[in-house]
Every structure is written in C-alpha cells, then in structure tokens.
C-alpha cells in the first residue's frame, strides 16, 4: 500500500509561520504607531523615545522570525532560542506601558 492520499508539498508550513512572524512584528509597529500618535499630547517627548525601542523591537522580531524558517529544516542549527518572542513581548509590555502612563497622566475634565 502507498503513503497518505494527500501529502502536504514541503515548504509551506514554514512559509506559512513566517508570514505570521510578519503580520504580528508590523501590526506591533502599527500599534507602535497608533499610541504614539495618540498619546503625543499627554507624555510630550517621551513617546518618541518609546516609539523608537517599540519600533526597533518590531523589526528585530520580524528578522528573527525570517531569519528562523530561512535556515534549511533538516539542519540542526535551526534557532528556536525565543529571542523572536522576546522581542515581540518587549515590544507589547512598552506599548502597554505607554498607554498606562497616558491614562494615568491624562487630565480628567
């Protein structure tokens, strides 16, 4: 008897995960974006600075994640360290941050 009916083409997985890599590092940046707009008028200067680590953060998560499923899948040095999600996680924390400190800052009318 043969294999499966229906075997998946190799590669699309990894590519698969990768564009998720993608989608979550840019809509990390687009939040980024979004408070720091928003929140200019509160923290001043301040959001700047954070909007630039949030930035960096999204960008080192998006090569991390490219950078992982590049490497050829047999090979054992393929890196699943979690530097990736670190970032990612950084990246969220300084965007939840930001947002508390604007709360908290924010004049009641």
Known sequence: MA??????????QPERTVLAWQRTALACAAGAALIARHTATVLGPIVLVIFTAT???SVVAFVLGRHRYEIAADEPSRRRDGR??????????????????????????
Not at 6 to 11: F, I
Not at 97 to 102: P, W
């Open 3 to 12: 294999g499966p009916a229906h075997t998946p083409p190799p590669g699309f």
């Open 55 to 57: 930035l960096a953060l």
């Open 84 to 109: 990736a999600p670190a970032a990612l996680a950084f990246a969220v924390l300084a965007l939840a941050m930001t947002e508390l400190l604007s709360l908290t800052l924010q004049e009641v009318p």
